[in-house]
């Protein structure tokens, strides 16, 4: 999707449109993500994965899956196989955490990873600061809605 050299982020579902958003707001830091919308799990793209973990050498997952037993699991699991040598770091993963999808507003709040948490975690990775909270002082929605351009279906 994106071509960069700084870091590999592969996205799944709906957390490739907050990927979009996070890969946005780096951009303004000079960091250039290699953004992979994985659209299929099997097959899987190993082969642009690996390749684009050999050119950064860093690697975030973006699941909406629970973290155990994840398919971001089995990509950091592929990749720190095949491509051990070539990653500076350990690869990191954010997904759903361990525990049942909450049913109220307000335990939504910290349930579902967004585009900041995205910025955070590429920062963290980076060892710089990518000003994650600027994603939150432009939004005038909800935290349980995806963004003003979002019309449905609920």
């Known amino acids: 999707m994106n071509s960069g050299d700084d870091i590999t982020i592969v996205a799944t579902s709906y957390l490739t449109i907050e990927a979009i958003h996070a890969v946005n707001h780096i951009s303004q830091f000079d960091v250039k993500a290699d953004l992979i919308d994985l659209r299929s799990v099997?097959?899987?793209?190993?082969d642009m994965i690996l390749d684009s973990v050999s050119r950064t050498?860093?690697?975030l997952v973006l699941d909406t899956a629970n973290m155990t037993g994840s398919v971001a699991g089995e990509i950091i699991a592929k990749?720190?196989?095949d491509a051990y040598r070539q990653l500076e770091q350990a690869p990191v993963r954010l997904t759903y955490p361990d525990t049942p999808s909450p049913s109220s507003f307000a335990l939504t709040k910290y349930y579902y990873p967004r585009a900041e948490d995205i910025v955070a975690?590429?920062?963290a990775m980076l060892?710089?600061?990518l000003k994650p909270e600027r994603l939150l002082e432009g939004r005038q929605v909800p935290h349980d809605i995806p963004g003003e351009w979002f019309t449905g279906p609920f």
Do not use: A, Q
């Open 42 to 46: 099997k097959p899987i793209e190993w």
């Open 57 to 59: 050498g860093r690697l």
């Open 79 to 81: 990749v720190s196989c």
């Open 121 to 123: 975690n590429v920062g």
């Open 127 to 129: 060892h710089r600061d």
